[in-house]
């Protein structure tokens, strides 16, 4: 090997072994925290809401949640993670709320697994009702995966979640999981538009039909859509332009820790909704 090559491997990084100790630790010694990225509706310039983004913050460094979550997903320690993915989002809205951010509502992310643990409703039931909070300011993000084995269990249990007034959002939408399940077996509020489809929004023109016809489907079906990954002035007016109406991305914020979202609500209060959530 040639001094050069050795150099560089110094460089590339070696996949982390993670295993189910270090997960167990994690949780045991609270790691795991919550960034907030807020959902800004195009139509008003307002934010409405906010995507709970889980980090884990390990002895050796932040690790990014792809790495760690198919783990969680693997092992079943998922479902023991469900309570404290609750309480922790679900106390935060409450501070928020009490600080007069009354309108914005959560979003959560749920994994396939956790849509078959057959005690999911009743936790974020017991959660909602402990921090006094109304179901419709809670919105549940599932994306299907590999891991529906049994996919009637997971529709099953989001009709329920629909039933107790959650609102049910696809994430990645586009990106090859077969989102029309969704769409087609729950009454589904919006559908988040994958990234890859902003990125390249300008690369060829069919990119842009392509984006038209989901934004043009979603309305046809009653939905709300939003465009994830947006980061440049560009992207957003053609999203205006094309009547996309909500998105998300670095152009707007970047996910912040809980006492850097409440200051960034404050600098941009005239922004927030001040009007029933209504979708």
């Not at 959902?39 to 932040?62: C, H, M, N």
């Not at 399940?181 to 729950?186: A, L, S, V």
């Not at 990954?229 to 332009?241: A, F, N, R, Y």
């Not at 979202?261 to 209060?269: D, Y």
């Amino acid at each position: 090997m040639s001094f050069m090559q050795s150099f560089k491997n110094l460089f590339v990084q070696k996949p982390r072994i993670i295993g189910t100790t270090d997960l167990k630790r994690a949780l045991t010694h609270d790691e795991f925290t919550f960034y907030y990225q807020p959902e800004w509706d195009l139509k008003t310039g307002k934010i409405k809401g906010l995507e709970a983004l889980i980090r884990w913050e390990s002895p050796s460094g932040i690790i990014p949640p792809n790495e760690f979550i198919p783990i969680l997903e693997e092992t079943g320690l998922i479902n023991s993670f469900t309570p404290f993915l609750f309480e922790q989002t679900l106390h935060d809205l409450r501070e928020l709320h009490s600080l007069g951010f009354n309108d914005l509502f959560m979003s959560v992310n749920l994994s396939a697994v956790q849509l078959k643990d057959s005690t999911l409703t009743d936790t974020i039931q017991k959660t909602l009702d402990k921090y006094n909070i109304s179901p419709e300011y809670l919105e549940c993000e599932v994306t299907e995966s590999k891991t529906m084995d049994n996919a009637e269990i997971g529709f099953e249990t989001l009709r329920n979640l629909k039933k107790m007034g959650i609102r049910i959002s696809v994430d990645d939408f586009g990106s090859g999981h077969a989102s029309f399940n969704y769409i087609k077996n729950i009454n589904i509020s919006k559908i988040k538009v994958d990234i890859e489809f902003i990125r390249d929004l300008f690369e060829k023109e069919s990119n842009q039909i392509i984006m038209r016809t989901i934004i043009e489907l979603g309305h046809s079906l009653d939905l709300s859509v939003l465009a994830e990954g947006v980061e440049t002035p560009e992207q957003e007016k053609w999203l205006c332009e094309n009547g996309c109406d909500y998105a998300q991305g670095f152009l707007f914020s970047r996910p912040l820790p809980l006492p850097m979202m409440i200051s960034f609500l404050r600098t941009h209060v005239s922004k927030t909704n001040q009007s029933p959530v209504n979708e």
